[in-house]
Nanobody, 123 residues
Framework: QVQLVESGGGLVQAGGSLRLSCAAS????????KGWFRQAPGKEREFVAA????????YYADSVKGRFTISRDNAKNTMYLQMNSLKPEDTAVYYC????????????????WGQGTQVTVSS
């Protein structure tokens, strides 16, 4: 069983930065592509970014490209999402996920999910 725990969410002003972390059980460390998704109230869960098992490829949603950076440290079993130049429309619950689809960008590509962490960006 893969276990994922997010941290690092909070309240920040527009233009600010946050770094989210996702701690994974050792078993999930290198076997899985890992991704970040977000879900705002009344909206569907949407793809934010993904990184392959050993971190050789990364993928981003157009809405965050150039502002967010995904990375992973397999030695620490941890994935990160550095979020810069945050906008009010980035407000959502952010989830990390792990899955076996190499370049997964859809929720169905991921079989394991964390509990989510709230990010709120004030204008």
């Amino acid at each position: 069983q893969v276990q994922l725990v997010e941290s690092g969410g909070g309240l920040v002003q527009a233009g600010g930065s946050l770094r989210l972390s996702c701690a994974a059980s050792e078993r999930a460390s290198t076997l899985y592509t890992k991704g970040w998704f977000r879900q705002a109230p009344g909206k569907e869960r949407e793809f934010v970014a993904a990184i392959t098992g050993i971190g050789t490829r990364t993928y981003y949603a157009d809405s965050v490209k150039g502002r967010f950076t995904i990375s992973r440290d397999n030695a620490k079993n941890t994935m990160y999402l550095q979020m810069n130049s945050l906008k009010p429309e980035d407000t959502a619950v952010y989830y990390c996920a792990a899955g076996r689809v190499y370049s997964g960008t859809k929720p169905n590509d991921y079989g394991y999910w964390g509990q989510g962490t709230q990010v709120t960006v004030s204008s």
